[in-house]
């Protein structure tokens, strides 16, 4: 568990992850703000009709050295912003349950909701993960990829 | 020998996901790579970012023995 003074809190983990305690954690007495996005498996996928859960792959270290600098990335662009919760899953994900989860608090809403957008628009393109889909009858990786760039890129 | 971290596509493509590979640059390690895992390894590693020690790395980039080289192909996270 992360201090509740420190203003990043990354994670990679094949426990299920819940928003709650991220909430908990960044809330802050100077903060009016907190916003979330949770990424879900979704039913479906650009490949195929029916989707029954996913399963990602990672390399932990690398990981979770890129939330880190992600986290570092949003305190350079929005000074405010107090605290920085990126929490990723690993292995096999079932259908509804959150994938990704990013919670960000400031004092203002306004760089809440840009820092949280950046975080997980930035974390699509910069962390070392790649997913698989379930389907009837078999997997296959997603087709859904962009190829790994640096966070001081985005 | 470089310790060759494959991940993702790149590890179902070779087979495993972490090997000692003989080489002195990105370049070499990775050609006795391709010619170890094959036309698939190869076809999945023209479309892959590689790093050493975590930073990206090119083909001239120099790799010392126990220093790791990570096959990165595109990402799907989140």
Redesign the interface.
Known sequence: MTAESSPTWVAVTAEPLSLDPLIAWATRSGCGAVVTFSGTVRDHSADHDEVSALEYETSEPHALARLGEIAEAVRRRWPDVAAVALHHRVGRVELGEPTVLVVVASPHRAEAFEAGRFCIDTLKRTVPMWKREHFPGGSAWSSATEPIVPVEST | MARL?L???A??AAGVREDDVAGDSVEAVLAAARARYGEHFAAVLA?S?V?VN?E?AGPASPVAPYDEV?V???????
């Open positions: 971290l991940l993702g596509p590890r179902e479309v970012q790093w975590g990206p990570a990165l192909p595109p990402v799907s996270g989140g």
